[in-house]
């Protein structure tokens, strides 16, 4: 806060209508930072909310559309975040790159704390799900950390932010949390304030909005390409894609490149990642089937180009499909 305000860094914050509306006023008088609440609006039915993709009400501040509003304002601030309603989730908003995708977040901050944190053990890891974008693991790498991978849920950061061995825990959901300066646990749950915070942090530390900071990150690791899709699967094909093994792979090329590892289990903690998870040299995907919808989830990324982002798809809902009996587009 104090690098904050000595930068006289301008933040922009959107509570969306949440818990933070009461909140961010009294916290930008304690520490005198240069912080406006652009949206103080408090109403139980949300309608001053823009509709998500779907035409929803939904206060998820890793929706671009959700975010409209915010992204309008994005030169009146050097940074500006939203959180949702009850502010453990995060959305950063630069001058540079509009509203940041989550996974391009949670490499930028890694990228700054594993530096910045003197205070942290040696040996603290990255903590990433197998869902989130391979860019951390290139980030990390570069670092000399190690990166804890774990199935999708924040529950599984909960021991290692307990007891200092995860510096950083983020889900591609944008959900985070990470350590206090001294390596102490500051929150073993989900935190959008810190995470949105940070954000002004790294622009008075590094002259640099995090924006242009995960530019830099693509011209040291290239650029990957990520997006999710979902297929249509009944609740038997759902069922059957919880029980897939490598072996239900038989497939030894992905998107032309050869298959390198086959996983059910997250190599991070061995725990089983309810879906299958496929990774190449240059692409990954995983699939994991929807608790609440007919449907099952195609997580896909490509550090070439969206032709071959969307190979990896094609090919992914067929290898799937074909073995859990689900329609192949």
């Known amino acids: 806060m104090?690098?904050?305000?000595d930068a006289r860094i301008k933040i922009g914050v959107d509570p969306l209508g949440g818990a933070g509306v009461h909140y961010w006023g009294p916290i930008a008088d304690r520490y005198g930072v240069d912080l406006t609440v652009?949206?103080?609006?408090?109403?139980?039915?949300?309608?001053?909310?823009?509709?998500?993709?779907?035409?929803?009400?939904r206060m998820d501040?890793?929706?671009?559309?959700?975010m409209q509003g915010l992204v309008a304002l994005k030169d009146k601030f050097d940074v500006a975040f939203a959180c949702d309603t009850d502010?453990?989730?995060h959305g950063v908003v630069t001058r540079s790159s509009g509203l940041l995708p989550s996974n391009d977040y949670l490499s930028v901050c890694i990228h700054y704390l594993f530096?910045?944190?003197?205070?942290?053990?040696?040996?603290?890891?990255?903590?990433?799900?197998?869902?989130?974008?391979?860019?951390?693991?290139?980030?990390?790498?570069?670092?000399?950390?190690?990166?804890?991978e774990v199935p999708v849920g924040f529950k599984w950061f909960v021991d290692g932010l307990f007891d200092g061995s995860l510096g950083f825990g983020g889900e591609e959901s944008a959900g985070s949390s990470f350590l206090a300066r001294d390596g102490s646990a500051w929150s073993t749950d989900k935190d959008g304030m810190i995470a949105g915070l940070l954000a002004g942090e790294i622009?008075?530390?590094?002259?640099?909005d995090p924006g242009e900071v995960y530019q830099d990150l693509c011209r040291e690791n290239g650029r990957p390409h990520y997006a999710r899709t979902d297929a249509p699967a009944s609740a038997e094909q759902r069922a059957a894609l919880g029980k897939m093994n490598p072996g239900d792979i038989p497939a030894s090329e992905l998107a032309g490149q050869k298959i390198e590892a086959i996983l059910t289990n997250a190599p991070g903690n061995g725990r089983a990642i309810g879906g299958i998870k496929v990774i190449a040299k240059d692409g990954w995907f995983a699939a994991r089937p929807s608790g609440t919808e007919d449907i099952y989830k195609i997580y896909a990324e490509s550090f070439r180009d969206e032709d071959h982002l969307?190979?990896?798809?094609?090919?992914?809902?067929?290898m799937v499909g074909e073995r859990i009996g689900a329609a192949v587009a």
């Open 203 to 208: 622009m008075a530390r590094m002259g640099k």
């Open 61 to 66: 501040p890793s929706s671009k559309y959700v």
């Open 87 to 89: 502010h453990d989730r």
């Open 115 to 148: 530096r910045e944190r003197s205070g942290w053990r040696h040996d603290a890891a990255a903590g990433k799900t197998v869902v989130s974008s391979a860019m951390i693991d290139r980030v990390v790498g570069k670092l000399g950390r190690r990166v804890y």
């Open 2 to 5: 104090e690098l904050i305000r």
């Open 310 to 318: 969307k190979q990896i798809q094609k090919e992914a809902q067929r």
């Open 38 to 57: 652009v949206n103080k609006t408090v109403d139980k039915t949300f309608q001053f909310m823009t509709p998500d993709w779907d035409g929803k009400i």
